[in-house]
């Protein structure tokens, strides 16, 4: 049975074959650790890293790479941000659309003195940024939202939001791209975006175990790093260096991964934002098409359009829980889905379909067209039985 991999929004696959050959390449010709000796093999491990940050530094048009923080994954520079910029007495904004990666943090936070508002998002997801707008307070420091849904796919208006936020003096603005990095355009300064967090494993075609945080200049003096200890650069003093990137970056930094992030930003350059977005919109359409042709049993949750939202559909099938008709799309057709509430309950409420959660077919630019009509075949041989 052929295998159709529709869980992207997870993480992507298959990944480009570079990113595999230069993660063997650093290991069998590299293998050290960058900046914490003098010798060659650790200085060309730190043009690796060096390379990444200025891959995904032009990727997203900031102007220095070295605002580029190098992290695990977006969860860690969210975490960042949030613990890190937040203190009791202070006021974050953020939506109901959010990822436990933003809401745990927050509600952490709120725990401990700091006043968290939730701004409501339409039954498809949609942020209304005049609503947003009206929650600013004076003591707003942080608004942190996501660009889209990993539930939905709904694409939110962070460029609208961002030119509010930066109307108000003090206020930093987060965007939480683990969705769109890679998969739709991100431009920091257009958009007015202070702070951005990105994973490599997804859209960026890289090794999970990788991610980044833009950080603009000066912003690091209002940001305690969430964890220190050596650098490999002022090792003469016991204090956490102050600049960036070192500031965020203590340990041994996953060079190997980001070897392979480089091979995944390179593919995206090869093909550009704009054809993996239009292939990912075809697909996508066809499937919604396809869907709302034959399974008048099936519900789709969010826009249900591919020009406003990504390749991430969630549904559900009248009389069969998600978790039933995820498995039966395994057994039978050798689809591999996410049913569940995908690490955001709070989207789910949103939809009004918590506690059980969706069906989620997200879509990726690997998948071939006929991919898009065989699942949706799939749903209506599921309501056949």
Request: with cysteine.
């Amino acid at each position: 049975m052929k295998m159709i991999y529709l869980d992207n929004a997870a993480t992507s696959f298959p990944k480009p074959p570079a990113m595999m050959e230069e993660m063997n390449a650093f290991q069998r010709e590299i293998g050290a650790n960058p900046g914490r000796s003098g010798h060659g093999r650790s200085i060309d491990a730190g043009r690796v890293l060096y390379e990444a940050r200025e891959a995904l530094a032009a990727l997203f048009n900031i102007d220095d790479p070295l605002s580029v923080v190098l992290t695990k994954n977006s969860t860690e520079a969210l975490n960042i941000v949030l613990l890190g910029a937040l203190a009791p007495g202070d006021h974050v904004v953020t939506t109901s659309m959010e990822h436990n990666s933003v809401m745990r943090p927050l509600r952490y936070l709120a725990s401990r003195g700091v006043c968290l508002s939730v701004i409501g998002c339409s039954p498809q997801g949609e942020l209304d940024p005049a609503d947003l707008q009206k929650a600013l307070r004076k003591n707003t420091k942080v608004v942190v939202m996501t660009h889209a849904s990993n539930v939905t796919g709904t694409i939110q208006p962070v460029a609208e939001v961002g030119r509010i936020v930066r109307e108000r003096e003090g206020v930093m603005f987060c965007v939480d791209a683990a969705q769109t990095a890679g998969a739709l355009p991100i431009d920091v300064e257009q958009m007015n975006i202070d702070l951005l967090a990105v994973t490599g494993h997804k859209s960026l075609y890289g090794p999970q175990g990788t991610g980044a945080l833009f950080i603009r200049k000066g912003l690091e003096k209002k940001i305690a790093p969430l964890m220190m200890g050596g650098t490999g650069s002022r090792s003469e003093f016991e204090i956490q260096p102050d600049f960036l990137p070192d500031k965020y970056e203590s340990g041994t930094p996953n060079a190997l991964g980001f070897a392979g992030l480089c091979a995944g930003l390179k593919f995206i350059a090869g093909h550009s934002i704009a054809a993996v977005r239009e292939k990912e919109k075809q697909i996508t359409a066809a499937f919604l098409k396809r869907l709302y042709d034959g399974c008048p049993e099936a519900t789709v949750y969010g826009p249900a359009d591919a020009d406003r939202q990504t390749a991430v559909v969630s549904f559900t099938v009248r009389g069969v829980t998600p978790s039933d008709a995820a498995l039966h799309f395994e057994e039978k057709y050798g689809i591999l889905c996410r049913p569940g509430l995908h690490c955001a309950p709070s989207a789910h409420r949103t939809l009004g379909t918590f506690p059980q959660g969706t069906v989620r077919f997200s879509f990726g630019f690997f998948n071939a067209p006929g991919d898009a009509a065989m699942a949706a075949d799939a749903v209506r041989d599921l309501l056949k039985g």
